[in-house]
């Protein structure tokens, strides 16, 4: 009985949450869901696709556009990243800058990966849990590890 009763306000939670989120962001394509609490700056920069979800725990650095495509699943406290720390110069002349990120359909983001600044993953990639992706992810593939790698093709 009290699962049920749960599992109901889950939904509704979900429903109220996407409601809030579709106001916000850029662009909240349909049948996209928002699954539990998650962190977003400069939402307005956020553009989610058709039929995707955002899992419990996801921060978006949205300094600059985040482009999430048509179905793609981001798995609980992803960290999606567009800005970044000018190192190049010293201390108090440091600036952060940004740059866009782009997750092409299909995508699959495991739990706790981090997409830093720039990066491009791939349409139907898979970027395994706790990776963290500094370079372009290509179609198709599975990448993994600290910096992430593709380890293996997937065949359609």
Known sequence: MYTRIFLYLDIMMS?????????????????????????????????????????????????????IGNNVHVSPYVIINTGFLDYH????????????????DGVWIG???IINPGVTVGLNSVVGAGAVVTKD????????????????????
């Open 15 to 67: 429903r109220v949450r996407t409601k809030h989120y579709s106001r916000m962001f850029g662009s909240l394509g349909k049948d996209s869901k928002i699954l539990g609490k998650i962190e977003v700056i400069v939402p307005e920069n956020v553009h989610l696709g058709d039929g995707s979800s955002l899992n419990v725990g996801v921060f978006l650095n949205a300094r600059t556009k985040i482009l």
């Open 89 to 104: 110069k010293k201390g108090e002349n440091r600036h952060h800058l940004s740059s866009p990120v782009s997750i092409c």
């Open 111 to 113: 739990s706790g990966a």
């Open 137 to 156: 992810i290509p179609p198709n593939c599975v990448a993994v590890g600290v910096p992430a790698k593709v380890i293996k093709e997937i065949s359609l």
